[in-house]
């Protein structure tokens, strides 16, 4: 079929005969097809890890996760997209590439474009979005501090109301890892996709990539998509955007009402003059809102403020502490092969090795087996030690 194409130069969509065009692929074959590239690289994935953690050790391993997935995403799509071939999802699915406007193959420009914005872009997001945060936090506290501080030394008797950019800038500061977050883009062209059965991925959109279905269908072999899904996600996007939207204007009012004494006394100073609202009522999220930074212990806390629920102790059984578990002797052995630090509860996978649960369950979740035999093990298997 791509010799005929290059020889002849008309579109991939309809062959010389005239008797058979090629539908474009629907969402299901997108999808089933990316599930099994994704299925391959993952393979990859483990192969370069366990390299990895031969030459420069579990630790290292674990630490450059991010960067050995993007890696091999970029030698997948390489080995297969770039220099012109299909993936192994593709070809399972019986699916091509083609130009949305031309209906020819993809050209060179066009297939580096969508593996250097699918793969490389996330991974810089990934890496530079934490540090513009932390950056652009800093800058709204301490304009909000500075706004307070002249609110307070205003020699008026009356506090006035706050203006409309400092309740700018303090909605921007709760919403920051939210609005700074793809999450909600990625989420809008996944509805469309739904509707539209094309463009999977928006660097596909943006080059104009399409699939086309290569098998001939049998007259009574129906071609179904998601549109149901696209209603659902729609539906949810609304809900969000609608419960968000009342509890901002909510809380614009009580900012509103806050010169008042009552308003007054359900606010306090600090942070050296920062003013925090002590209010318990939980706003409601943005549309798909973002984990509010990557530090664990602070997910917890936020969990813990939104469920009303007490945070557990941070570490039940610490084996820097000798009265603990002293059945496990020497200090070696009470130190966890991945943080190589003292233990901090300490649980056994099911072939017999201990780490930290933190460390251990980290692990798992990014591949399933064992960090030191490399047996498979599941994260609902491993089992806490006690006493």
Known sequence: MSDYIRDTGPSIVQDAANTFAYPWATAPDIIRSNQKDAYFQSVLLTQLSGVVRSLYGARTAHSWTNEARTFTELLYLGLTTFVGNRTLGEEYCDIVHVEDDTHRLPSIARRSGYILSSVLLPYILTRSLPAFRRRLRAK???????????????????????GMIYQLQEYVLKHLDTITSPAPVYALGLAVFYFSGAYYQLSKRIFGLRYIFTRKLQPNEQRVGYEVLGILLVLQMFVQGYIHMQATYTHAQRLVASNSAAAAGSRTMVGGGVEVDTDTTISAPLLFEAPQGTDPAAQKERLATITHTPLPQPHRYDLEDAEVMQWIDGKQQRKCTLCLEPMKDPSVTTCGHVFC???????????????????????????PLRG
């Open 140 to 162: 709204l506290e301490a304009s909000l501090q500075q706004s307070h501080k002249r609110q307070a030394s205003s020699t008026t008797t009356s506090k006035q109301p706050p």
């Open 357 to 383: 649960w933190q460390c251990v369950t980290d692990w798992l979740r990014e591949q399933p087996m064992c960090p030191l035999c490399r047996q498979s093990a599941l994260v609902q298997h491993v089992l």
